[in-house]
Nanobody, 116 residues
Framework: QVQLVESGGGLVQAGGSLTLSCKAS????????MYWYRQAPGKQRDLVAS???????NYVDSVKGRFTISRDDAANTLYLQMNSLQPGDTAIYYC??????????WGQGTQVTVSS
């Protein structure tokens, strides 16, 4: 089992920045890919960014150039640096992880609210 705990959400004005963190614990040795998803009110949960252990990252087009995903494997922590935030970025942000030989895990989510 893997436990994921997000932090860093909050209320910010449009144009501002936030950094989300996700601390992983438990059986984390074989985590290969980590993700940030978000779910706005009344909408489905969508992938925002992903990062592979020792490899590259990918972003949804709407956040490219504004968000940066990174991971510190020594600290078992995933980050999402969010700049130039817009009201459309308002959502619950979820951390997720997939293991090399199966298993997909979710965090509990952290609320990000961007005011105009």
């Amino acid at each position: 089992q893997v436990q994921l705990v997000e932090s860093g959400g909050g209320l910010v004005q449009a144009g501002g920045s936030l950094t989300l963190s996700c601390k992983a614990s438990g059986s984390i040795a074989s985590i290969r890919v980590m993700y940030w998803y978000r779910q706005a009110p009344g909408k489905q949960r969508d992938l925002v960014a992903s990062i592979i252990r020792g490899g590259g990252s990918n972003y949804v087009d709407s956040v490219k150039g504004r968000f940066t995903i990174s991971r510190d494997d020594a600290a078992n922590t995933l980050y999402l640096q969010m700049n130039s935030l817009q009201p459309g970025d308002t959502a619950i942000y979820y951390c997720a992880a997939s293991k090399m030989f199966g298993g997909f895990y979710w965090g509990q989510g952290t609320q990000v609210t961007v005011s105009s």
